[in-house]
């Protein structure tokens, strides 16, 4: 993996799966890591298995969504780091699988609230400290289904959308303040997510991913670490508004 500036780097929903994987890959290239989720039990897991490695880690209990909650969270990791967030992963996401005309506002306002207004917060937040500092790196992790649309999941792809067109925007708007914006879209990717689209155990969807996907098996959280780390270091310095598939060859694009 590519290293990362030994500073703060800040993880959504960094309690399990992909999340937990890049935290403890970034903390191992000496990066203090902020971890933001709502599970409280995932979040001591990782933390320890981070600094029981030697890292450093903090984990924060918050609702990404409560946008002043996100504003103190950051005040107080910047507390216990004394200095200004140098890098973002938004990470965190939440999805179930139904046809749109299924759905209702109280379920779109969940997927939008956690998938596109928690990264709205995350960024804003971090984006402050990003600029006094004059430097930063803010990668979010997006899906295909927000490049080309993915059946059953309509509001989550439209959310997921919103965050690739944020990154675009903002690369635009603070190239003059040295940071950089960019998107990476996984495919299909065993997590706890992916399961909770299964309904009752059942693991039809998965076998039909993996048939259709070219490499013939799921995208695993090590998957995304290489690509996580190069954007977050110095050599990315000149790539921003960029968006970039890990899918097994499931999607292609360029």
């Not at 379920?107 to 004059?134: D, Y």
């Not at 909770?196 to 076998?207: I, N, T, Y």
Request: aromatic share 6%.
């Amino acid at each position: 993996m590519i290293t990362v500036p030994a500073k703060p780097i800040v993880i959504t929903g960094g309690a399990s799966g992909i999340g937990r994987v890049l935290a403890e890959a970034l903390a191992s290239s000496g990066a203090t890591i902020g971890i933001l989720d709502l599970d409280a039990s995932g979040l001591a897991e990782t933390c320890a298995g981070i600094t029981g490695s030697g890292g450093s880690c903090y984990g924060y209990e918050v609702d990404i969504t409560d946008f002043d909650a996100v504003v103190s969270t950051l005040q107080r990791f910047r507390a216990v780091t004394q200095m200004p967030v140098y890098g973002l992963v938004n990470n965190a996401g939440w999805d179930r699988a139904r046809p749109f005309i299924q759905t209702d506002p109280e379920f779109w306002e969940k997927v939008i609230s956690i998938n596109l207004k928690g990264p709205l917060n995350v960024t804003h937040t971090c984006l402050a400290q990003m600029v006094e500092a004059g430097e930063g790196r803010v990668v979010s992790i997006a899906s295909d289904a927000g490049r080309v649309g993915s059946s059953g999941e309509a509001v989550y792809s439209a959310a997921k959308g919103g965050v690739i067109a944020l990154m675009k925007t903002l690369a635009r708007e603070h190239a003059r303040h040295n940071i950089t914006f960019n998107s990476i879209c996984p495919g299909p990717t065993d997590t706890p997510l992916l399961h909770a689209l299964e309904e009752g155990g059942d693991d039809r969807l998965a076998q039909s991913l993996e048939r259709a996907i070219p490499m013939k098996r799921l995208a695993r959280p090590a998957d995304f670490t290489a690509m996580v780390g190069y954007f977050l270091s110095s050599e990315a310095a000149f790539t921003t508004g960029q968006t970039i598939s890990v899918s097994g060859g499931l999607t292609m694009h360029g």
